[in-house]
DNA sequence: CTGGATGCAAAGGGTTTGCACGTTT
DNA sequence: AAACGTGCAAACCCTTTGCATCCAG
C-alpha cells in the first residue's frame, strides 16, 4: 500500500475516523467493530481491519502498540506520548512541551552514526481511577 | 506466572540465558530456537517461548516489542532505549546519560495524578549499514 | 462500465497450552 | 516418589486475504 493508490469514498470508513476523531480513549480494532455493528449490521471485523490500514496508509490515524496483544488506534496521526495504566490497561494521551521534545530529540543525537528520524516515549503506572 | 513459583534447572533455559547475555542482537523467540536446535536436536519452539516466558518472571530479561508482528528478548532486564532500523529491523542499545534520564522520567510528573513507575524511549531511524 | 469496497470464511503467523513422557531434586 | 521440564501437536487469537458480490465515480 502506498499514497499512489486511490481510495474511493466509504461510509463505513468515514464513520471509523469519526469514531477515533471522536474518542480519546485509543480503541481496539474490535471494540470499533463493536461500536459499528448496530449502524451497519452486515459490517465485519475484517473490513475494519482494511478500513484502519487504509487511514493509516492515507495517514490520518496512527496504531499503537504497547506489548499486548492486540494493538489499539489513535485518531491523531502525530507522534505524541502516551500514559498506559498497567492495571486497567487504559491508554491516555501525555502533553509534553515543545521544548521538552526538542530536548528528547537531542539526546539521540548524541549517540553516533545513526539517522534517527522519530522516537516513541510512552510512560506506564497506575491511572487516577486505578490508584484509590 | 510469579515470583513464589520455583524453578528448577534446565540446560535449555541456561543456554537461552547465555545466548542473550552473549549477544547485542535482541534476538527473536525462532533465532534463539534456530541456533540451538543443533545443540538440542529435539529442541521445541514451544519450550523456548515457555523459557524465555520464566527467565522473564525471574527478572532475567525483558520481552521487547516494537510493533512488529513478532517479538525480541533483551539479556538486558533493565529499562533502557533502543534504536530501530526502520529498514533492516536491527535493534541496537542507546546509551542515554543518568542525569537525561532524570529529565525524562521528570517531564511524565509535569503532567497529573497518575502513578508513574517506568517510561519506554526508543528511536526510529536507519543504522549506520543501511545509511551508505 | 471499471475498479475499489464489502462480507464471509478461511488462512496466516507468532505464541500458548494440554498431554504423556523424561528429568531433576 | 513428587513435581517441574520437554517435545509434539493442537489450540489460540489477532490480523490478513481470496473470492464473489456490491457500489461509487
Given at each position: 500500500m502506498n499514497d499512489t493508490m486511490k481510495y474511493r469514498k466509504s461510509r463505513q470508513r468515514e464513520r471509523i475516523l469519526e469514531i477515533l476523531h471522536g474518542?480519546?480513549?485509543?480503541?481496539?480494532a474490535d471494540t470499533i467493530y463493536i461500536e459499528l455493528k448496530s449502524e451497519f449490521?452486515?459490517?465485519?471485523l475484517g473490513n475494519v481491519y482494511r478500513n484502519l490500514n487504509i487511514l493509516m496508509d492515507q495517514g490520518h490515524i496512527q496504531r499503537l502498540d504497547f506489548g499486548s496483544t492486540f494493538n489499539r488506534f489513535d485518531g491523531n496521526p502525530h507522534i505524541h506520548s502516551h500514559f498506559i495504566c498497567e492495571k486497567c490497561g487504559s491508554v491516555s494521551d501525555l502533553e509534553i512541551d515543545h521544548k521538552d521534545q526538542a530536548e528528547i530529540a537531542g539526546l539521540a543525537d548524541k549517540s553516533g552514526l545513526r539517522k534517527i528520524s522519530r522516537y516513541k516515549l510512552d510512560f506506564y503506572g497506575i491511572c487516577e481511577k486505578c490508584i484509590h
Open positions: 474518542t480519546k480513549s485509543h480503541p481496539t449490521p452486515d459490517l465485519s
